[in-house]
């Protein structure tokens, strides 16, 4: 972390809603995660985020809603990404900066990782965003943009998750999920139908320190 960088931290519900087929190579094949052809040519993947717990220098994060949409036109590792991203409505102006600045990945950590990879923002915009957690099932909607569900694929034991360790740079356990009928999200021009569709959601501590 770069000395001049606000020190953050979040504790997160995170999952997400992608076009591949299940189950995606971009994490799971026998190449290096995020360098394999996505199932439908291009990525297209939206990422909801609920934090709990986070603060970035004194500014308290907790409670806020943050999404992300990202498409990569082939292997995620090689770039080229479109991405959106929309602030809950809730967080003044001091709480929407702070959230600008991590899920930009300007203020280092995880997102910082892949911003090099990033290279059309399509706009931030603050909006009413709803994030459920039921059970198993994850859900989120901004009203007349995006509503999105997934559930766990069915495992063996119906009580337990599928899980995957050390596949997403998000976090190293997360569980294998499908996204619902009418997942979709509608903005700039385009619109994503992910619906029984790749997912996955996992709770997640991120820093930069």
């Not at 001049?4 to 299940?22: K, M, P, S």
Request: glycine share 8%.
């Amino acid at each position: 972390m770069a000395s001049t960088q606000t020190r953050w931290q979040i504790a997160a519900d995170y999952f997400e809603n992608c076009n591949c087929t299940v189950v995606c190579p971009c994490l799971l094949s026998p190449n290096q995660p995020l360098t394999s052809m996505p199932t439908e040519g291009a990525c297209e993947v939206a990422f909801a985020f609920h934090i709990n717990s986070g603060s970035y220098g004194n500014v308290t994060l907790d409670g806020l809603n943050v999404v992300m949409t990202a498409r990569s036109p082939g292997p995620m590792a090689e770039g080229n990404w479109s991405v959106a991203l929309y602030v809950d409505e809730r967080a003044n102006d001091q709480q929407r900066q702070a959230l600008e600045a991590i899920f930009s990945g300007s203020s280092g950590g995880t997102l910082g990782a892949l911003a090099p990879l990033i290279s059309t923002v399509l706009g931030v915009k603050t909006v009413p965003i709803t994030f459920n957690v039921a059970g198993k099932r994850r859900s989120v909607e901004i009203p007349n943009i995006m509503h999105l569900a997934v559930h766990p694929l069915p495992s063996l034991d119906p009580d337990n998750e599928i899980w995957a360790l050390n596949a997403h740079p998000f976090s190293s356990k997360l569980a294998m999920a499908v996204g619902e009928q009418d997942s979709t999200w509608t903005d700039y021009g385009m619109r994503w139908d992910n619906s029984g569709k790749n997912g996955h959601y996992a709770a997640i501590n991120w820093s930069n320190a």
